[in-house]
């Protein structure tokens, strides 16, 4: 039995830590900050125009899709500053790809939601696709 309440007791930790990830991600990334909203509005669009589980999962897989590859762009930028205290080509290289990384992952999660979202907005209007 102390096996599982250690494991449980690990897992409670391990969340806690992620949790923390997360706040210093908002704290230090005025892009994560932009996530945040951009995510919080398209949850409430979802929300108002009933979106189907389908289009929902959809939604849901590319907004963490964003945040994860910020949170990875947050992470390598932090070891690569702490490895290259100079400016560096390879610093500079390993910084661009992996925000380019974000900006692929944004921009698919933006041509998502122009599919779900724009035959919705243009049906308010009773305009057609």
Do not use: Y
């Amino acid at each position: 039995m102390g096996s599982t309440s250690t494991n449980l007791n690990r897992f409670i930790k391990s969340v806690g830590f992620a949790i923390q990830g997360i706040r210093q991600l908002l704290k230090t990334e005025q892009n994560a900050r932009i996530h945040l909203f951009v995510s919080i509005a398209v949850i409430v669009a979802g929300f108002f125009f009933c979106l189907t589980a389908l289009e929902w999962c959809i939604v849901l897989l590319c907004i963490g899709l964003v945040w994860a590859a910020e949170a990875f762009n947050t992470a390598l930028e932090t070891v690569t500053n702490h490895l290259f205290k100079e400016r560096n080509e390879t610093a500079r290289i390993i910084k661009d790809v992996s925000a380019g990384a974000v900006l692929i992952c944004a921009l698919a999660a933006a041509a998502c939601g122009l599919i779900i979202f724009l035959p919705k907005v243009l049906a308010l209007f009773h305009l057609s696709c």
